[in-house]
């Protein structure tokens, strides 16, 4: 890492395992595999890093995707034990779901880097405005609709869960909510899907990143060795153990919370987050 001195290196190895603790936490609690914290952190870790401009967001996107892998796994047992996945959208989401995470990861590979953040700030912002300011009346239906409609849904939820870097909770958590189903089922079924987003789409970014490789050969690595495409599997390795160990506590900690209280708490981590990109967007960093 040029320009980085060995304190600063340890401060940017002990960031990255504080949010390892953190995003575990967060993927119990909201069911979003933790992206949504990782992709924002990750980006000022390797702004320090020196990573070019051109690649930083999908490699921050990649390195959470691969990130989520174990984290997801954990957090969807946790919940499952519970009894709170609904199963019978797992079976007609996967399909559509992993079709979506295929075509978000060929688009990863000729995207510009500014899109990326203008879908998570698009998605961020509106989920967030669903989460604080719901009424009761706010539904599209009284349950999620069958055949075709269900299916485009999924597609969309892993498309842009791939563009974004999190596990699909955001949005399967909304589009259950909107449909009234239970903020909790939303949040453990979401966990399940998370898993189905993680794995081919961290996958697809290291297929995307290939090229990326080839103009910005120190790029992968934050310019340590071992990185595949757009992962950096030092990135990765700092977060994963304590998301493991801190998503059953994120699971316990959303089954004692009110209904109204995770909502809230969700839509107000999403509208901070957005805002650090809409930052980013206006200074172009």
Known sequence: MAGLDISELV????????????SGLLAGVFGIGGGAILVPVFYECFRMAGVPLEVRM??????????IIPTSIR???AHYKRGAVDMTILRTWWLPIVIGVISGSVIARY???RLFKIVFVAVAYSAAARLIFAREGWKFGDDLPDGPLMRVYGFCVGILSTLMGIG?????????TFYGRPIHQAVATSSALAVLISIP?????IYAGWPAAANYPAVTALQIPFALGYVSLIGAVLVMPMSLVTAPLGVRAAH???????EAAFGCYLFI?????????????
């Open 11 to 22: 401060e940017l190895a002990l960031l990255l395992i504080a949010v390892g603790a953190l």
């Open 58 to 67: 999908p490699l921050c996107i990649g390195t959470s995707l691969a990130v």
């Open 75 to 77: 957090s969807f047992q």
């Open 111 to 113: 995207a510009p880097e």
């Open 168 to 176: 699909g909770g955001l949005f399967s958590n909304l589009l259950m």
């Open 201 to 205: 789409g961290a996958l697809g970014y």
């Open 256 to 262: 004692a919370m009110s209904k109204r209280t995770l």
């Open 273 to 285: 987050v957005g805002s650090r990109f809409v930052m980013s967007l206006l200074g172009g960093q």
